[in-house]
């Protein structure tokens, strides 16, 4: 950043939680032994050494593990929970294992979430519940959740085996990662461009989120080089400990608590960097109409749709505190939805046009708020 000529380039150290993966397995024993892909769920419990040997049971709701709790005493639940977007179905895999453990349940698969796969397990992080046992989870893929719940569903005995190490060691320092394009006549107001550098340990994260990070500083890169310089500070930040803690959000949060008010806007990018659609805006509707003027310059870049909401993991505590209109970039999110936080989270799936593009319509959009005569309203 500070070879691009960005200024006041910086990390904001931060501590972060250590969860770590180790070796894992599911072993399918009846009806006929084979080994499952799966991947434990991100600040999972472990099992013991030998693994957790039993019975399934399977369920396709919340409703239906309340109505058959009697039957989850000592078994492995399995959410097998269809996709229906990302926000509907992750709340299994956030808080199934609690509502598993809180009824007799010694471990939980989920049904990956994701629209499709190639028989593609999708990792991500749970939250366990205060006062209820923590029992170790993993996601299996699609596929193979459709494939027990067939065999639980004609009768068959489905006996399983899972075998995760992981564990929690004590916080280690990270960093925010931030740098500036000062405005050249308020720069104490600051428009934020952002994504997150952390990702899952599975893949490359390329798409979660390397592909919005660097378009977030593309954004910087780019104004500097055309030595374009709003009237309002540009500020690049890169959070870290998105996907399993969200220190890096309330770290900026809290650091810059009494500057969130000169915050015109902050924009996330984590939703991949493939073919542009648009943004998603939250604020008012003065400010809804303006973004919405921008964005009918971006037709070239194919990002003209102003969605209704928008934002991001790391903005989000950040917009809710200082009152900050948020928007999030996007692109095709069936493709990021597919790939993000597996195996084949990686960057030959990236298309550097798409790239370009995502990072163009950003730039477009955050120059024109940050050089904007009146700021845009709150
Ligand atoms: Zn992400």
Same mark, same amino acid.
């Given at each position: %950043?500070?070879?691009?000529?960005?200024?006041?380039?910086?990390?904001?150290?931060?501590?972060? !939680?250590?969860?770590?993966?180790?070796?894992?397995?599911?072993? *399918?024993? *009846?009806?006929? !032994? $084979?080994?499952? !892909?799966? *991947?434990?769920?991100?600040?999972?419990?472990?099992?013991?050494?030998?693994?957790?040997?039993?019975?399934?049971?399977?369920?396709?709701?919340?409703?239906?593990?309340?109505?058959?709790?009697?039957?989850?005493? /000592?078994?492995?639940?399995?959410?097998? =929970?269809?996709?229906?977007?990302?926000?509907?179905?992750?709340?299994?895999?956030?808080?199934?294992?609690? $509502?598993?453990?809180?009824?007799?349940?010694?471990?939980?698969?989920?049904?990956?979430?994701?629209?499709?796969?190639?028989?593609?397990?999708?990792?991500?992080?749970?939250?366990?519940?205060?006062?209820?046992?923590?029992?170790?989870?993993?996601?299996?893929?699609?596929?193979?959740?459709?494939?027990?719940?067939?065999?639980?569903?004609?009768? $068959?005995?489905?006996?399983?085996?899972?075998?995760?190490?992981?564990?929690?060691?004590?916080?280690?320092?990270?960093?925010?990662?931030?740098?500036?394009?000062?405005?050249?006549?308020?720069?104490?107001?600051?428009? =934020?461009?952002?994504?997150?550098?952390?990702?899952?340990?599975?893949?490359?994260?390329?798409?979660?989120?390397?592909?919005?990070?660097?378009?977030?500083?593309?954004?910087?890169?780019?104004?500097?080089?055309? $030595?374009?310089?709003?009237?309002?500070?540009?500020?690049?930040?890169?959070?870290?400990?998105?996907?399993? /803690?969200?220190? /890096?959000?309330?770290?900026?949060?809290?650091?810059?608590?009494?500057?969130?008010?000169?915050?015109?806007?902050?924009?996330?990018?984590?939703?991949? =960097?493939?073919?542009?659609?648009?943004?998603?805006?939250?604020?008012?509707?003065?400010?809804?109409?303006?973004?919405?003027?921008?964005?009918?310059?971006?037709?070239?870049?194919?990002?003209?749709?102003?969605?209704?909401?928008?934002?991001?993991?790391?903005?989000?505590?950040?917009?809710?505190? /200082?009152?900050?209109?948020? %928007?999030?970039?996007?692109?095709?999110?069936?493709?990021?939805?597919?790939?993000?936080?597996?195996?084949?989270?990686?960057?030959?799936?990236?298309?550097?046009?798409? =790239?370009?593009?995502?990072?163009?319509?950003?730039?477009? %959009?955050?120059?024109?708020?940050?050089?904007?005569?009146?700021?845009?309203?709150?």
């Amino acid at each position: %950043m500070g070879a691009d000529g960005l200024e006041n380039v910086r990390k904001d150290a931060v501590m972060v !939680p250590r969860w770590v993966r180790g070796r894992e397995s599911l072993e *399918l024993l *009846l009806p006929q !032994p $084979q080994s499952l !892909p799966m *991947l434990g769920l991100g600040m999972s419990v472990g099992t013991p050494p030998n693994g957790i040997e039993a019975d399934l049971l399977v369920v396709d709701s919340f409703v239906e593990l309340e109505r058959r709790s009697a039957e989850a005493q /000592g078994k492995i639940v399995l959410f097998n =929970v269809p996709y229906r977007g990302y926000g509907p179905t992750v709340a299994y895999r956030v808080n199934g294992p609690s $509502q598993a453990a809180a009824a007799g349940a010694v471990a939980v698969l989920i049904r990956s979430v994701g629209p499709e796969g190639m028989r593609t397990p999708h990792t991500g992080m749970l939250i366990y519940r205060d006062g209820v046992p923590r029992i170790p989870a993993a996601a299996i893929a699609v596929e193979d959740a459709a494939r027990l719940a067939r065999m639980t569903a004609r009768g $068959q005995r489905v006996r399983l085996r899972l075998a995760m190490d992981a564990t929690l060691h004590p916080d280690v320092e990270s960093a925010n990662v931030i740098a500036e394009i000062r405005g050249r006549e308020r720069p104490d107001e600051i428009v =934020v461009v952002s994504g997150h550098f952390d990702s899952w340990d599975v893949g490359a994260g390329a798409t979660d989120d390397a592909g919005g990070a660097i378009a977030a500083w593309e954004v910087a890169r780019m104004l500097t080089s055309l $030595q374009l310089r709003p009237r309002r500070t540009i500020r690049v930040v890169l959070f870290t400990n998105e996907e399993n /803690g969200l220190r /890096g959000a309330i770290d900026y949060r809290d650091r810059y608590a009494a500057t969130l008010g000169q915050h015109v806007l902050m924009i996330e990018s984590d939703a991949g =960097v493939f073919a542009p659609v648009g943004f998603g805006f939250t604020g008012n509707d003065i400010g809804r109409s303006q973004v919405t003027a921008i964005a009918s310059l971006l037709a070239s870049t194919g990002a003209t749709r102003i969605a209704a909401s928008g934002g991001g993991a790391d903005i989000g505590p950040i917009s809710t505190l /200082g009152k900050v209109p948020m %928007m999030a970039y996007s692109g095709d999110s069936t493709k990021y939805f597919t790939i993000h936080h597996t195996p084949a989270d990686t960057v030959d799936r990236i298309e550097p046009q798409e =790239v370009s593009k995502a990072a163009a319509s950003l730039a477009a %959009m955050i120059y024109v708020v940050a050089d904007m005569p009146q700021a845009l309203p709150k």
